[in-house]
């Protein structure tokens, strides 16, 4: 393995060790603050944790354009089923093959842990090779909501010609533009009851083994979302005669593909009716999703007895409102083959506290279709008695066909590589939406080290994809320092 991998690698452990989930980027953003500062370099921590560190250009290319290097903080902290994990306190245990880096049984964290690494990587042997005025900005909450970008002074925008940013997942694409999004909550008080006295059997009902996945560069892969299929799973058993429900839950992250849902239910049916609903829904996920979910795991198992249930309307309430809301691809581009326009995704259902909370977040690369997005889901809301609450859209970043930037990183890659790599738009968020809001003449691209499964326990990265992305970044740096 290459030198540039093991010193790329030793920062991303440095990281690894300090638990860093979205809102909560504190300890993390003190340990960047302090480290870069020990390198010499002027730094600022905002109200928002968000880091910019100042790196002067090397003597004689003080008036080079300015560049700018980009990263977030935070990352999705999920684990695999049964694992003991708290990802307010515990660090991520790495396990490292020949080929990959992987976690112990959860996330990695290597979005965007990788592209801190990298770019930490380049600050400490900033003085091996030419380059302009330098600036490092490392953004917080940018998993859940980007809020560190979109709240980002300005002023830390406006005088800067490129900016980098090294987020992307495949380290042989150049994206140059992204989708804009919303978060929308809908919130319901359960009418709470007793379940009635011929209701003497509960069931809890489970469905796992699903894809999931990022649930923008994934939602074009066919996946099945578990809170939908586990609600149709209901609409199967409604088939054979009444019950209750007194738990749903599913889903880890509003920006993740459901890959797993359970559900506890009264009733007076028996194990065998609701087993046969079982092997229907089997057939009927074989038949819609053929070869894109082929190791999914569903259980029916007796469950203890709840005191408390919905009432029979605010099951309809929620039947009704996962039915009229979208998850999925909803359109394709009409001008770019193969790329996915509009989506939505029911990213995380729960019952607590007496409240059934459904999260869901909607994309789009043309705005005036998440406005009406968020018309439909206010309709929706009225309609199924459900309390609606919508964050602010995102801005979609377009794509800039005369920016120099990425015809530049698109030959430096082909000559490094012996290859082209793929320049195009992602239908996913990106915080470049943000930056270029703050200033329209920025010229943007997003780049990456190659992350498999990520938002997931799966997540992976390749560790052949490090040193090439390194490369790429600083040879963009000393070409840019050439003018």
């Known amino acids: 393995m290459s030198e540039i991998l093991e010193k790329v690698l030793d920062e991303f ?12 980027e504190e300890k993390v953003s003190d340990f960047l603050k302090n480290y870069l500062s020990d390198l010499g370099f002027e730094v600022v921590q905002d109200e928002n944790k968000n880091i910019i560190a100042e790196i002067p250009a090397l003597c004689g290319l003080e008036n080079s354009p300015r560049t700018i290097l980009q990263a977030h903080m935070d990352m999705v902290c999920v684990a695999e089923e049964g694992r003991e994990y708290n990802p307010l306190t515990d660090p ?16 990695l964290g290597a979005d965007d842990g990788m592209g801190i690494a990298e770019i930490l990587y380049i600050a400490k042997n ?14 917080t909450d940018e998993e859940q909501g980007m809020s560190g970008a979109e709240k980002m002074d300005e002023k830390f925008l406006q005088d800067a010609d490129f900016l980098i940013n090294c987020d992307s997942e495949n380290y042989d694409e150049i994206v ?11 919130r319901k008080k359960l009418e709470l009851e007793t379940p009635k006295e011929n209701f003497t059997n509960a069931y809890r009902i489970k469905l796992s083994g699903f894809r999931g996945g990022h649930s923008g560069i994934k939602i074009a892969e066919h996946r099945a979302n578990a809170i939908k299929i586990l609600r149709n799973f209901l609409r199967l058993v409604k088939g054979k005669g ?7 839950s599913g889903g880890t992250a509003v920006n993740v593909i459901s890959s797993s849902a359970e559900t506890v239910i009264v009733t007076g049916l028996e194990m065998e009716t609701l087993q046969k609903c079982a092997e229907l829904l089997k057939i009927q996920i074989k038949t819609n999703y053929a070869d894109s979910e082929p190791n999914v795991k569903i259980e029916v198992t007796p469950a ?15 039947m009704n409102i996962t039915t009229i809301i979208h998850s999925g691809v909803y359109s394709m581009s009409g001008t770019i083959p193969g790329a996915v326009e509009t989506s939505a995704n029911i990213g995380i259902v729960r019952t607590e506290n007496g409240f059934l909370n459904i999260s869901l977040m909607a994309r789009s690369h043309v705005p005036e279709m998440l406005n009406d997005f968020l018309e439909m889901y206010k309709q929706a809301a009225e309609i199924s008695n459900f309390e609606i609450i919508c964050a602010e859209p995102s801005p979609a970043w377009s794509f800039n066909p005369d920016g120099k930037l990425s015809k530049i990183m698109a030959k430096i890659f082909e000559e490094q590589n012996n290859f082209a790599p793929k320049v195009h738009i992602i239908h996913a968020g990106l915080e470049c939406s943000f930056f270029y809001t703050k200033n329209n003449n920025l010229d943007i691209v997003s780049i990456g080290t190659t992350n498999e499964n990520i938002h997931s326990p799966q997540e992976k990265l390749h560790l052949k994809t490090v040193e090439p992305q390194v490369n790429l970044i600083i040879a963009t740096l000393e070409k840019i320092s050439e003018a």
């Open 304 to 318: 203890e007895m709840p005191k408390k249930v919905w009432s029979m309307r605010d099951f309809g309430d929620f």
């Open 126 to 139: 900033h003085e091996k090779f030419p380059h302009g005025p330098l600036r490092i900005i490392f953004t």
């Open 176 to 186: 140059v533009g992204s989708a804009g999004h919303v978060y929308v909550e809908f």
């Open 242 to 248: 009444f019950f209750q429900v007194a738990y749903f």
């Open 13 to 24: 452990k440095n990281l690894a060790a300090i638990p860093r989930p979205s809102k909560h």
């Open 92 to 107: 991520i245990k790495l396990i490292r093959t020949e080929n990959f880096l992987q976690a112990d049984g959860t996330s």
